[in-house]
């Protein structure tokens, strides 16, 4: 789960896999722990009768499980559901199962392709880049993605080159872009395409498209330095002064230790993109 909880309900020998972001649950703890922190995650799938068989068979609460297939069968609002797993549990406080129903029932009030955009945006913002790039490719091939205003998918669109762009996929990046500032007319998606050019090193095609959009120099200007001025942030500093210590490892006769501390940068590296990669 991420975090240690105190689990004071029974530990199930077989777990609820959770297909959406592929995690186990091994309580009720865990569960309520999953509900609270992937809220706009939920659908009204969520209220199944495989959740309510493994309540029953493997946490050995047949009375909630029962209330929760009554629930299904009265077919209750998903926040109706949701809130009497919380209750039971006792893992949140009342404000905050308050605070999250009233999410679930607000999410309950849109349209499908409004809750699916919400979800792939709360995707990204957990890190889960590669799901919110399958959910954002489905949502914007949908037939409500040809009737909803331009804004709006241009929007996704900028979603989705943001979403490349953490993954260092610069060209599929300068892709959406373009296509989301075709359609927003918004001065971030087209600053993002010409950012992903910098980021390609490819100055030519840079300079041409931001010709093209009727940048002038000093503007053209401005945006290499914004790129500069990130390249030097505060936490960029630190890590080339740790690259400076490293490299004078060899000189001070410690070869071993150059060669581990090599390769423990690049294994934190290749951790974290499989990060940003897990579905």
Not at 126 to 146: F, N, P, Q, S, V
Not at 200 to 229: C, H, P, W
Not at 232 to 247: D, G, H, K, P, T
């Amino acid at each position: 789960m991420g975090e240690l909880l105190l689990c004071r309900e029974s530990i199930a020998a077989m777990p609820f896999y959770v297909e959406g972001i592929s995690i186990n649950l091994y309580s009720l703890e865990e569960l309520s722990y999953y509900i609270a922190n992937n809220t706009y995650l939920l659908e009204p799938d969520f209220m199944s009768e495989e959740l309510c068989t493994w309540i029953d068979k493997e946490l050995k609460r047949t009375n909630l499980a029962d209330k929760l297939r009554d629930m299904i069968r009265e077919q209750v609002k998903l926040a109706t559901f949701v809130e009497l797993i919380l209750k039971e549990t006792g893992y949140c406080t009342g404000q905050e199962i308050i605070n999250i129903c009233a999410a679930i029932s607000d999410m309950e009030e849109r349209s499908d392709f409004e809750c699916n955009k919400i979800r792939a945006d709360r995707l990204m913002e957990r890190d889960k880049i590669l799901a919110a790039i399958y959910e954002y490719k489905r949502l914007l091939g949908t037939e409500d993605a040809k009737q909803e205003d331009p804004e709006v998918v241009g929007n996704i669109w900028h979603n989705l080159g943001t979403a490349y762009a953490r993954l260092y996929m610069f060209d599929g990046a300068i892709e959406c872009y373009h296509i989301a500032y075709s359609l927003n007319q918004n001065p971030e998606s087209r600053k993002g395409e010409l950012m992903a050019y910098r980021c390609k090193r490819d100055e030519s095609d840079f300079i041409r498209v931001a010709m093209e959009y009727g940048l002038d120099d000093n503007e053209m200007q401005q945006l290499r330095n914004e790129l500069t001025m990130v390249s030097r942030s505060e936490r960029m500093q630190e890590f080339e002064a740790q690259l400076e210590e490293i490299a004078r490892l060899p000189e001070q006769g410690e070869k071993e230790k150059y060669k581990q501390e090599i390769q423990a940068i690049i294994q934190n590296w290749k951790d974290g993109y499989r990060r940003l990669c897990r579905v």
